[in-house]
């Protein structure tokens, strides 16, 4: 039987949370290899999310041979939503009544069954990038740009050149400029193989920084007018990537 | 003349709201035996509250004889929610001139009066109700529960059995059960005579819930197909008990 | 250049949120003598704000000459509460461009920019009025007094006579009265030059007392049948004043 305990529930509850924003099912593998993993596409086909628990987050990893196992995001988050900190959640899987157990201890023992989806197959490759810019940035100032740039446009340019990465946000008559130069705290790192520049959507953006309580550096990599690469990474447990595509204007 | 003083008006404040979320208007009963007692029905007939401030609550009392007030609970509710923590409260029965006059004394004096309702001979004895299990539940551990189900299902089947309490809550796909054993720490007693089985709407027991502030302990007791009696007590000088109807299938 | 820093934004912060409650548009008078100042009415004509940022109140203060600024209250407000307490903010007029820049310094480097308003000759001079009673009161003191009252009704009547300051809500059945003597803490002194009596609309106190938290200590002036004035200084930097037009039964 496929069992899986998690000490430390809220890595994933934190992931189901930012996934759920933008899909609404999705098809998990689990393997011997590879733990945990999800790659979707959100119903727009403009951000796609990779996300990794890794075998090593797990206290227990009862695996035999790989399994796809499909859920509708709108029944699972409510759950997640209910694990505290300090409980410890075991999955099992019924593939004979093709139902997911969800097992939450705590103070008091609590278990959630919920349908598995048949959702065919349904894969996406991880897709193979090339980007020109790669910049470290801590994850809550890039929270609050995207929140100082939704007061005045819909969109967010990005521009990495002169060893500086710019975000602008212009509206009709009002802009926001916030600029990150290696004096910043805030930037840790930031190569530039090539001055870049590229519009992304803030809407999205806002949902995709909902995970920056995942790790405290984001990695952010881009070009000119080409998709963006956001990784938050929980060293040795979990990797949760959102590629997004650029605004063309 | 009717004077009472409650030198904690935290237990009345909790009180009233949560008999609010039940009863839209109600007669209380002041007696120099009693304190201060309400019993009521809400709207549907499914619940009655029994509400009793014992004399030893107040720190004032004087009460020479049985009073039976008639109040609107959306008017005192406002004003209660606007008692703090370290305000002294005093009630006195103007019966001339109908009204009921609350003031609240902290940093400065406020006194707020709202109008006595003739509400007519609308008396509820105490029902009379042989339950065949008894436990003792942390409350807030209650007040999860309600919301654990809360996401699955409107009723909730509460079973005791092998010196166990199990709640289900079904939905067309999902399920929840919630286990309460022994070892469990938020389960401090339990007594079955006879192995029962019955199911509450989750709508009322949400309400009935919110009175877990109280006190940390909520003694359930109900049988099979039966009602469910939930008593929260503050130790001589609060005693909020709510018996509620059991959905039958 | 005209340019501006401020190195404690909360008080602007405060004084905008307070503003922006009652004002949409106004114009901004910026002067070497007296600072920032605004003067405006709201559109009913019923409160008048005064606003003053102190030459003190700036770390930065270049300002060769008066210049009068017109603001849109919707464009500044979004952008005023991105602002964080430990954050630096600088003000450079563009006039070429007809812009206000507002640069935002903490963890990196922000810089919103905004139109300037063709507001015309707007100008408001601050009345002279003649006040029968001040008293000076406990800030918050006065923020729950009016919670309390909007429970009631919609005006507030206030009563200055025999050392007491009584402020009375009055329903149709339901009345609130909250006293203030020389005993209780929270009123700090009082004048009374003659008995006087007036009531103000509690929806614009409403919105006056969210500039409670300027300062721990309200001044409060008026007279029978006449404007309330309610002053709220943080001293050496800010002046905040609301004048109230009475109501008149």
Redesign the interface.
């Known amino acids: 039987m496929v069992r899986l305990t998690l000490p430390e529930p809220k890595l994933f509850r934190t992931g189901i949370e930012a996934v759920s924003k933008l899909i609404t099912d999705t098809q998990f593998i689990i393997s011997p290899e590879e733990g945990l993993k999800m790659i979707a596409m959100d119903p727009s086909n403009i951000a796609m999310v990779i996300w990794k628990l890794l075998p090593s987050a797990f206290s227990e990893f009862d695996v035999p041979e790989e399994k796809k196992i499909g859920l509708n995001m709108s029944?699972i988050t409510?759950?997640v939503k209910?694990i505290k900190a300090r409980d410890v959640v075991s999955f099992e899987l019924d593939e004979e009544n093709n139902l997911l157990k969800i097992i939450i201890t705590g103070?008091?023992?609590?278990?959630?069954?919920?349908?598995l989806l048949e959702l065919g197959e349904r894969e996406y490759p991880e897709p193979e990038l090339e980007f020109k810019v790669k910049a470290e940035i801590?994850a809550d100032?890039i929270a609050?740009?995207v929140?100082?740039a939704k007061?005045?446009a819909d969109a967010l340019k990005i521009t990495a050149e002169n060893d500086k990465l710019t975000m602008l946000a212009e509206g009709e008559?009002?802009?926001?400029?916030?600029?990150?130069?290696r004096e910043?705290?805030?930037?840790v790192s930031l190569e530039i193989q090539e001055p870049s520049k590229a519009s992304y959507s803030i809407d999205y953006l806002e949902k995709i920084v909902k995970a920056s309580s995942v790790s405290d550096i984001l990695t952010l990599q881009f070009a000119t007018d080409y998709p963006a690469r956001f990784d938050f990474k929980a060293l040795e447990r979990m990797e949760l990537t959102f590629i997004l595509a650029p605004r063309l204007e």
């Open positions: 029944q409510p759950i209910r103070a008091f023992k609590r278990t959630f069954t919920i349908p801590d100032v609050e740009t929140k100082d007061i005045i008559l009002s802009k926001a400029i916030i600029e990150l130069t910043s705290p805030a930037l």
